[in-house]
């Protein structure tokens, strides 16, 4: 990856790219259901789950809260978001998954306003040989705006029977997509955060179902018993390391990404597909 990182896209950038006509840096307004969520603030902490219940994501119909922020008594950030996505499937999104982190450009058609880099280790995006899920399930190195701070996290996607460890197949007709990962700052490395988006289908396409559970930190390479992750993951070290908006901003950034990626995505992946 580049170390020349920008917002938005240069004279040139775009030359010669087969994708150039899903630059569209005029972003949509939030979806209704996610403008409420952010204007009515943090909702009361027993209407979201813990990690270790995200299995009921795999239900039918919806939890309690689908849309908002909230702190749980873990001490943890959860925030959740649904977006409706016009004839998108999962397949769609786990292409698009292991597709976007080739080039800076590809990365920004998604956030155009927030979006600076990717990559991974393997950058295999591109190799014919692997299968979709294959191209993504591996460590993307994540260089974005979140709401005014530019962080480079580490998100380390996983198999979906890693989080959903009780379920022999946690996919269905209706789960077409479930891409869930690990994140982590780079400097120190430690964890931060899991998240779990979701593709449910529905009539006329697909609803994604996101979560994020953020906060309580912890070191990467020392135990959970260790005395250093025992500080780090502490209430009082967790409250400092989160600003205040830190939840709402998060909200704020999938919301506005996942509108916006459903309005190309199809016609993005189509073109790919006949290519």
């Not at 396409?205 to 135990?223: C, D, I, L, N, V």
Request: aromatic share 10%.
């Amino acid at each position: 990856m580049s170390d020349q990182v920008y917002l938005g896209m240069k004279d040139g950038d775009l030359d010669g790219k087969n994708y150039a006509e899903f630059w569209i840096p005029e972003m949509q307004p939030l979806q209704p259901q996610v403008h409420d969520a952010v204007v009515h603030g943090s909702y009361a902490s027993g209407l979201g789950i813990e990690l270790e219940a995200a299995s009921k994501l795999l239900k039918p119909g919806y939890l309690a809260l689908e849309n908002g922020v909230t702190k749980l008594d873990s001490g943890k950030h959860l925030i959740a978001c649904l977006t409706k996505m016009p004839n998108l499937t999962g397949e769609m999104f786990e292409w698009w998954m292991g597709w976007h982190y080739m080039e800076p450009q590809r990365y920004k058609l998604w956030h155009p306003q927030a979006h600076l880099n990717n990559g991974t280790a393997e950058m295999a995006g591109d190799d014919p040989n692997l299968s979709n899920r294959e191209k993504y399930q591996t460590s993307h190195f994540v260089h974005e705006y979140m709401g005014n701070d530019a962080a480079k996290v580490t998100i380390t996607f996983s198999p979906a029977t890693e989080y959903f460890p009780n379920v022999e197949d946690p996919y269905s007709d209706e789960i077409t997509a479930l891409v869930c990962g690990r994140i982590e700052l780079r400097k120190p490395k430690m964890t931060i955060g899991h998240v779990i988006h979701q593709i449910r289908q529905v009539e006329g396409g697909a609803e994604m179902r996101s979560r994020f559970w953020m906060g309580r930190p912890q070191f990467t390479s020392y135990s959970k018993s260790d005395l250093r992750n025992r500080l780090a993951g502490s209430r009082v070290v967790s409250n400092l390391a989160t600003p205040a908006n830190f939840a709402r901003d998060v909200l704020v950034h999938c919301g506005m990404e996942m509108n916006h990626l459903s309005h190309f995505l199809p016609d993005l992946f189509n073109s790919h597909q006949h290519s």
